[in-house]
C-alpha cells in the first residue's frame, strides 16, 4: 500500500524534549515554520505550549511533545488512512513503563488516540484511560493563541494535569 503523505509530504520533523518523561503531549502536524527549519516547534504553537508548561513548573525533561503526523501536509491527503499508518509509529515509540500520562491537544490528536471522531469540547476538564494510561484532553495551543475565551480551559487542564503529575 502507498501512502501519499510520503511521497508528497514535506520533511519528517520528530518530537522535542525527553522521551523517557512521563508525560506525552500529542499535537496533530508541523507547521511551515518547523518544516522550513527542520526542528520541532519553532512557531507560535511552540511558544503557547512551552510558556504555559514553564508556569506549570513542567521544563524539558518533565515531558516529550510529538505529533500526529510527523510530515507537513503540502497536499491533500487521505487523512484518515495516513494518520492510522502515523499513530503506528507513536504506538511503537510506547515504552512498556511509561508514558504514564498522555496530553492531546486538538481534535486531531484526540481523534487519532481514540481512533474515532472526538472532540476537546466534549472530553476536556476529565481524567480518561487510553491503553492503560492516563489521557487528558486540551485545546491545540495554536486555538488558544486564536481564541482568547479558551485561555481558561486551557489553564485549567493544565491544573488537571498538575494534580495528576508533580513535575
Not at 33 to 57: I, N, W
Not at 94 to 104: C, K, N, Q
Not at 106 to 130: F, Q, Y
Request: glycine share 6%; net charge positive.
Amino acid at each position: 500500500m502507498s501512502y501519499p503523505l510520503a511521497t508528497t509530504g514535506s520533511r519528517i520533523v520528530w518530537g522535542e524534549g525527553n522521551k523517557a518523561a512521563d508525560v506525552w503531549i500529542l499535537l496533530d502536524n508541523p507547521g511551515l515554520r518547523e518544516d522550513r527549519s527542520g526542528k520541532p516547534f519553532v512557531c507560535g504553537t511552540r511558544q503557547t505550549l512551552h510558556r504555559t508548561a514553564a508556569e506549570h513548573g513542567y521544563g524539558e525533561q518533565d515531558i516529550y511533545v510529538t505529533f500526529v503526523v510527523r510530515r507537513r501536509p503540502t497536499r491533500r491527503y487521505p487523512k484518515d488512512v495516513e494518520r492510522q499508518m502515523c499513530m503506528e509509529n507513536f504506538h511503537k515509540e510506547l515504552r512498556p513503563d511509561g508514558p504514564r500520562i498522555v496530553f492531546a491537544m486538538g481534535d486531531v490528536a484526540l481523534s487519532a488516540l481514540m481512533e474515532a471522531e472526538a472532540h476537546v469540547r466534549d472530553m476536556r476538564g476529565r481524567v480518561h484511560t487510553w491503553r492503560d494510561r492516563i489521557l487528558i484532553a486540551t485545546y491545540h495551543p495554536l486555538a488558544v493563541r486564536r481564541r482568547p475565551n479558551l485561555e481558561k480551559h486551557w489553564q485549567e487542564d493544565w491544573r488537571l494535569l498538575q494534580q495528576l503529575h508533580k513535575p
